[in-house]
């Protein structure tokens, strides 16, 4: 199946154009320059996401499919498949559609001989799965989903970042108090995030989904004084993924409206840092 990239892993192939290293020699050469175009523009697919280029993070999407595809690269097409999903999770109505993606995907993927990274990227997979019933108002669903599919997936892969999927138990778990917040139940979402520690987790992106979702179950309890504790410390984490957070922005807006005179200059410094007023 080839050897698999560690996200800061250096190798000078990387550096040079798919069509470049191709022409530097036969069939090998060209299927490693496939492989590592797949890889790049997998990587700009978030970066495209994260800076608000919808656009274009569907077409980078689409691009690592076809390189994957003509590298005839089993895991990278299951992988460019999980970035297309959430291209499409990103897209309000088409949940299902992202839904369909990644199903099918894990089911060619299951045909794969079975390796702990293959159980990482089927995971992967679950998990788009995952937030579509979740944001499709099928809670029940994406519970099930967790537990059947993707806790056993997990346990096969343990805590993985192949091929820039961060899937494994933390992640797995992340995604459960992600279901009970969409669901609106604060409660169970905030006694599931006192179990989980995401010190260790290799993704910055993660961390930050997991702090701005302990917010938002705060928010639905109206104990505005945590929402700004978690606020402020997102705003340290990534304070230009706070700026272009939607869910984020909101949070700030709804607490100025809502702050106590003991914190509401707090509030006030970060909206205005996210150029809020």
């Not at 997979?125 to 997936?153: H, I, N, Q, S, Y």
């Not at 606020?231 to 949070?251: F, N, T």
Request: aromatic share 4%; net charge neutral.
């Amino acid at each position: 199946m080839g050897h698999l990239p560690g996200p800061g892993e250096a190798d000078a192939r990387r550096g040079a154009p798919a069509g470049a290293a191709a022409a530097e020699g036969g069939g090998g050469v060209r299927r490693e320059a496939l492989r590592a175009a797949a890889d790049l523009y997998g990587l700009l697919r978030s970066y495209c996401r994260r800076i608000g280029r919808l656009d274009l993070s569907l077409m980078v999407a689409d691009r690592a499919l076809r390189a994957a595809e003509d590298a005839d690269d089993p895991l990278r097409i299951a992988a460019a498949q999980w970035n297309l999903g959430h291209v499409l999770l990103s897209q309000p109505g088409r949940e299902q559609e992202a839904a369909g993606v990644a199903m099918d995907a894990s089911r060619d993927l299951a045909h794969v001989v079975d390796s702990p990274a293959v159980a990482a990227v089927r995971g992967a997979l679950e998990l788009v799965v995952v937030v579509a019933d979740a944001a499709g108002r099928r809670p029940w669903a994406a519970r099930d989903r967790l537990t059947a599919a993707a806790v056993p997936l997990a346990r096969r892969s343990g805590e993985s970042n192949v091929l820039w999927t961060v899937f494994g138990p933390t992640n797995v778990a992340l995604h459960a108090l992600s279901v009970e917040m969409t669901a609106g139940d604060a409660a169970e979402g905030l006694r599931m995030a006192d179990r989980i520690d995401v010190s260790s987790l290799p993704s910055r992106e993660r961390k930050f989904t997991f702090g701005l979702e302990v917010a938002r179950c705060y928010d639905l309890r109206r104990d505005d004084a945590a929402v700004l504790v978690h606020l402020l410390e997102l705003e340290e984490l990534a304070p230009e993924d706070l700026e272009r957070s939607p869910l984020g922005r909101q949070l700030v807006i709804d607490l100025m409206h809502r702050a106590r005179p003991t914190y509401r200059r707090q509030v006030t410094g970060i909206a205005e840092r996210l150029h809020l007023v």
